[in-house]
């Protein structure tokens, strides 16, 4: 079972009997239907509805909760909340937390551990005993930011072959597509139906045909907030992962502060409950929910060559239409204007990143595609 140490995480523990009604009219997620042992990804945005903080959040027991978050900004965090909590009977604090241990599954959808490693397994051990230890908010959690990926990759009836990565995608080899010869197998034709996970071939960092795919099977992605199991994973295998999935991160891939929580899938993955109550910042997001007037989202990219540095503006026929994320080898994210991106493509002009011609797909279970009639509006 692959295993990578994030070194960049905190840890904040919420408890009291007022924990999960407090949570539940202040962050983006449904808190009192989330389920221990579950990871969801939730938000607490601005009054306007920017995406201040973003963290996963884990209900470890009862009206316990644990916070994973970005390292960075957990401090803020911490006093933000304690700023909400007002006369709520619940106690908040921040663990030293220095890394959270991430696995991902190599064996059967349905088990936590893969049945081929010996009982003596670190990694099998942490995960048969996380449960317990979820009650002091350092154990075993199911990462649900890949669920829809996990749910494609381990049907077999759509995908029997091992792990797909995003070297390749649906379409005919050499396309001429958007201006460029794209990459054999990739499409990014707005007519086309966005690949999904269970077309995409090849092996880690688009290494081709013939480069060892990571693992041979996906089943879930288990973070791990006690002493991790040792390391056997890159920091580019995870990436790469991550990629796979269209799962973005704080400060490589958007700002805190600067995007709206469709811009970054929370809609797309749990981390927005549309059907609760009242939050701080509710109401832009329902009413950009209900319009349909989010324009930018995550896409999944492919470079003809390897692509340059995050941050890197893509250009579509002359517009910007956004920048560079996470980047591994010739595959990367982006947040995207789609329309800026999808008018280029109808007027054959070329969509690039730093010279590179791009191609493009759709993060596996999204509910959005190109958008129609897009005439690449101003801001």
């Known amino acids: 079972m692959p295993v990578h140490h994030l070194d960049n995480r905190a840890l904040l523990t919420i408890s009291g009997p007022d924990a999960a009604h407090f949570l539940h009219n202040l962050v983006t997620a449904d808190v009192e239907r989330l389920a221990e042992g579950a990871a969801q990804p939730a938000a607490l945005l601005t009054p306007q509805g920017k995406v201040m903080f973003v963290f996963l959040l884990i209900r470890t ?118 201006g460029g010869k794209l990459p054999a197998g990739m499409a990014n034709a707005p007519g ?49 992962l991550r990629i796979a999935a269209g799962v973005p991160e704080p400060g490589i891939d ?55 540095e995050t941050a890197t503006a893509i250009d579509a026929g002359g517009k910007p239409a956004g920048a560079l994320g996470s980047v591994c080898g010739r595959d990367g994210l982006a947040i995207l204007r789609l329309d800026r991106v999808k008018a280029a493509l109808d007027a054959g002009a070329p969509v690039t990143a730093g010279g590179v011609i791009l191609a493009f797909a759709f993060p596996p279970g999204v509910t959005y595609g190109w958008p129609d009639g897009a005439t690449a509006e101003g801001d």
Request: hydrophobic fraction near 35%.
């Open 61 to 178: 027991g009862g009206d316990r909760f644990a916070i994973d978050a970005e390292a960075a900004s957990a401090d803020d965090l911490f006093r933000r909340l304690t700023m909400y909590k007002l006369r709520a009977k619940v106690e908040i604090s921040k663990q030293n937390q220095n890394v959270v241990a991430v696995c991902w599954e190599v064996d059967s959808p349905g088990s936590q551990v893969d049945s081929t490693r010996s009982g003596n397994d670190p990694v099998s051990s942490d995960l048969e005993s996380g449960a317990s230890d979820l009650e002091s908010g350092l154990g075993a959690a199911t990462d649900l930011r890949f669920a829809a990926f996990a749910a494609e990759t381990n049907d077999p009836a759509k995908y029997p072959h091992p792990l797909p990565l995003p070297s390749r995608g649906r379409g005919e080899a050499g396309a001429s597509v958007g």
């Open 192 to 240: 086309d139906a966005p690949p999904s996970p269970s077309s995409l071939r090849g092996g880690v960092r688009g290494g081709g045909e013939d480069e060892k795919p990571l693992v041979s099977s996906f089943g879930q992605v288990i973070r791990i907030s006690r002493a991790p199991p040792p390391q056997t994973a890159t920091a580019a295998d995870w990436t790469a």
């Open 254 to 308: 958007f700002a805190l502060g600067d995007a709206f929580p469709h811009d970054i899938g929370l809609d797309q993955n749990g981390g927005v409950a549309f059907r609760k109550g009242c939050y701080v910042g509710q109401e832009v997001v329902s009413r950009m929910q209900h319009r349909g007037t989010a324009r930018r989202r995550v896409m999944i990219v492919r470079g003809e060559t390897d692509l340059p």
